[in-house]
C-alpha cells in the first residue's frame, strides 16, 4: 500500500497562491493516475485535477479551476502538486490527493485544510 500525505494548506487571502504538495511513502510510477479532490463543508468529496503521464504527460482540470490552477508530478520525489493561483473564496475546501493504480491499488491522503479569506 501507498500512504500519501498531503502539505502546504492554510489561510490565504482571495487572490492568493498556494502551492500543495502530496508525498508518497513509495515509489510512484508513470503508469500511476494522480488526482486531487476536495471537499467543501457541507458538500461531497469532488474531483478538482488530474494527471498521467505513462507514454506522454496529461492533464486535465474540472472548469472551476481551469487557467488558475496546476497540477505537476515528479516521479523521482514521489510527490505531486497543486499550484493554486488566483483562489476565490469558493475554494475553501478540504484538499486530498488520490493515486490509482489501476488493478493494483488506490490510497487516498488525509487531506489538508485550505481557506481562502480576507
Known amino acids: 500500500q501507498v500512504q500519501l500525505v498531503e502539505s502546504g494548506g492554510g489561510l490565504v487571502q482571495p487572490g492568493g497562491s498556494l502551492r500543495l504538495s502530496c508525498a508518497a511513502s513509495?515509489?510512484?510510477?508513470?503508469?500511476?493516475?494522480m488526482a486531487w479532490y476536495r471537499q467543501a463543508p457541507g458538500k461531497q468529496r469532488e474531483w478538482v485535477a488530474t494527471i498521467t503521464s505513462s507514454s506522454s504527460t496529461s492533464t486535465s482540470y474540472t472548469n472551476s479551476v481551469k487557467g488558475r490552477f496546476t497540477i505537476s508530478r515528479d516521479n523521482a520525489k514521489n510527490t505531486v502538486y497543486l499550484q493554486m493561483n488566483s483562489l476565490k473564496p469558493e475554494d475553501t475546501a478540504v484538499y486530498y490527493c488520490?493515486?490509482?493504480?489501476?488493478?493494483?491499488?488506490?490510497?487516498w491522503g488525509q487531506g489538508t485544510q485550505v481557506t481562502v479569506s480576507s
Open positions: 513509495g515509489s510512484i510510477f508513470s503508469i500511476d493516475i
Open positions: 488520490y493515486l490509482k493504480r489501476v488493478g493494483v491499488l488506490e490510497s
